[in-house]
C-alpha cells in the first residue's frame, strides 16, 4: 500500500502530539486519550474465504467506522454502517455487536447474508445484532446501488427527525443534499415486518429521517455514502442552530434557486465521472539545461467519483496520524515533482 504524501512531514514534525490529538478529537464519550488500533490487521494474504476484493473493502469500512467515531457520530457499541461485497453473493459486512467504533478493524468485520445469517464470524468473540440489522438488509435488498449504507443517532439529525416541520432547505448543504425521504417512528426498529413500509418510504432517495429515531443514508460506495452523511449532518446542525431564532424568522431557499442548485451539482458529477477532473496527461517538463524536454511526462491519470476526493483526504490524514488504514489512493503523493 503506497504511503500518502505528508506522512514523513508528520513523523518528522511531533507526530505524537498530532496523534493524541487525533485520537481525542470529536469522541463523545470524552477525550480520551488511547493507544492506536491498526485498521488494517489482515496483512498483505488475502484470507481463504474472502471474496476478491474483500479485504480492500474491509479497510474501507473500518476506516469509515473509525472516521464516524472521530467525527462524533458514533453512540457507544451500537448502530451499524453496512457494504455489500460483491455483486455476485448477497453478503455484507457490518460491526461486531460488543466493540466501540474506534475498535474495529478490518479483520473484525463480521460477513453476513441478507437475513443476517453469519457468514463468516470475523477475529473477535463477538456476533451479530439481528434485530438491528433489520433497516440494512431492508435497504439493500430494495436498491441494489445502495452499496454502503450508514445509519446514526447524531443528535442534531435526530432533532431534525423529531421536527414537524422536517428538513428544511436552509442552507447551502441542505440543499445540495436534495431529496430527502420520512419513516414514522413505530418503535425500536427490529420488527422483520417493518421492511416493506421503510422501503416504501425510502423510494428514489439516498438519505431517509427515521423520525424520533435517527438517519440513514445509502450510497453507491463508501466514499459517496460518507459525503452524503456528513453534509446532511451539517444541514442537520445548521438547521438546529437557527431553529433558536424561530421557525418564522428563517429564509426557506426558493424551489428555484434548489433547481438551479442541483442542476450545478448534476453537471458538476457528470464533468467528475467523464474524466473531467483528472491530471492532464502530455505536460512537457523542462530540462536540467533549461529548455524544454522533448519526451512527454505523463502525470497521474486518476478518476474521481462523488466523494473520493472528500474520503481520500481524511484517509491521509488518519494514515499521517499512525493508522494504517489500508486505503487505495488514487493519489499516492499528490506533490508535483520539484522542477530542477
Known sequence: MATPAGDN?????????????????????????RGIIPVDDIGNIEPAGYAPGEKELRCKLA????????????????????????????????????????EITASSLIKVDVQGNMIDKGSTYFGVNIPGFVLH????????????VIHIHHASCIAVASMKCGFLPVSQEAVLVGNVSYHDFYGVLVDR???????????????????????V???????????????TVLACEAQVTMMSAGLENLIIVSEEAK???????????????DGALK?????????????????????????????????????????NAGYRTGYPYRLPSFKRPTEN
Not at 415486518?193 to 435517527?214: D, P, S, Y
Not at 442541483?262 to 467528475?272: G, L
Not at 533549461?290 to 466523494?307: I, M, Y
Request: glycine share 6%; net charge neutral; with cysteine.
Open 137 to 148: 438488509s431492508a435497504v439493500h435488498s430494495a436498491r441494489p446501488d445502495a452499496k454502503c
Open 193 to 215: 415486518a417493518e421492511r416493506e413500509t421503510i422501503i416504501k418510504n425510502l423510494g428514489n432517495n439516498h438519505i431517509m429521517f427515521l423520525r424520533n429515531h435517527g438517519l
Open 279 to 319: 491530471e492532464k496527461a502530455g505536460q512537457r517538463q523542462p530540462s536540467a539545461a533549461g529548455d524544454v524536454d522533448t519526451k512527454e511526462k505523463k502525470a497521474p491519470q486518476v478518476r474521481w467519483n462523488l466523494g473520493d476526493l472528500e474520503f481520500e483526504a481524511y484517509m491521509r490524514m488518519m494514515d
Open 63 to 102: 476506516s469509515l467506522y473509525r472516521l464516524v467515531d472521530h467525527l462524533g457520530w458514533s453512540q457507544s457499541v451500537f448502530n451499524h454502517i453496512t457494504v455489500k461485497v460483491s455483486e455476485d453473493d448477497h453478503h455484507f459486512l457490518l460491526n461486531p455487536f460488543g466493540l466501540l467504533y474506534h
Open 9 to 33: 512531514d508528520s513523523i518528522q514534525n511531533g507526530s505524537a502530539l498530532k496523534r493524541i490529538h487525533f485520537q481525542e478529537e470529536g469522541h463523545r464519550s470524552g477525550y480520551i486519550p
Open 217 to 231: 443514508v445509502a450510497g453507491r460506495t463508501v466514499e459517496e455514502a460518507f459525503t452524503r452523511a456528513y453534509h
Open 259 to 273: 433547481q438551479r442548485s442541483m442542476e450545478v451539482v448534476r453537471r458538476a458529477q457528470e464533468m467528475i465521472e
